[in-house]
């Protein structure tokens, strides 16, 4: 149980383009999903906290309008980078988290890898 | 000065070894310690979770917390091949957000 999965698991895109990545939750119900950013052999660094139905609140330093977050449902998350650069080429990990599970454990996605040229 | 510092390694050793992975943190709020397993290119697997300083053990790892130091360790006992990865350990902050440390890379040599 607790299986997060991101679509797509690597992306190319160009610069000035935006991209969407997919978060989700296959086997519960996740009232509360992250995202991360992960630079190679770099640790992972929290991006933005969503919970269902609300704005997400970013970490300091995360541009809002650049790294739109969407949680519409209790399932599903997406993280849409805008007008990608060079610079946005990172490892963007997801995770879950439900409070019915009555712990602080969050589940992870297996990360999508995105290049921009 | 970073919240939770972890060696970056590499480190190397033998099958069948023991491994001593460690972290120092700063903050007193943190309450809740894990340990994360990550394969390269791979999301984090939660390996240890604990929180009152002291031995947690499960199977051939053993999370130990001293908060008085501000100091935690995983060990690795009769460590294989397939333990070579990247270990990150975490703390958590508040209700929700996780801290990681750098990650201290890992290889067993067969």
């Known amino acids: 149980g607790a299986v997060v999965s991101q679509h797509p698991s690597w992306v190319i895109c160009k610069s000035g383009t935006s991209v969407k990545i997919e978060c989700r939750s296959l086997d519960f119900q996740a009232t509360t999903m992250f995202w991360y950013r992960q630079f190679p052999k770099q640790s992972l660094m929290l991006m933005a906290t969503?919970?269902?139905?609300?704005?997400?609140?970013?970490e300091q330093g995360v541009e809002k309008d650049k790294f739109l977050i969407n949680h519409a449902s209790l399932t599903l998350s997406t993280l849409t980078v805008t007008s990608a650069h060079p610079e946005d080429s990172s490892f963007y990990i997801c995770s879950a988290r439900s409070f019915t599970t009555g712990n602080y454990e969050q589940y992870f996605g297996p990360g999508t890898r995105l290049t921009v040229t | 000065q970073k919240e939770v510092e972890q060696d970056p390694g590499p480190l190397s050793v033998p099958e069948g070894a023991i491994v001593s992975l460690n972290c120092t943190y700063s903050?007193?709020?943190?309450?809740?310690f894990m340990w994360y397993r990550q394969y390269s290119r791979k999301g984090p697997e939660l390996l240890m979770y604990t929180y009152s300083s002291g031995n947690k053990e499960d199977g051939r790892f053993t999370a130990q917390v001293d908060k008085s130091s501000k100091y935690i360790s995983l060990f690795i006992r009769d460590s294989q091949p397939s333990d070579s990865a990247t270990y990150l350990c975490a703390m958590l902050q508040g209700a929700q957000k996780l801290v990681f440390g750098q990650g201290t890379r890992l290889t067993i040599n067969p």
């Open positions: 969503s919970n269902e139905g609300s704005k997400a609140t970013y």
């Open positions: 903050n007193s709020a943190f309450q809740y």
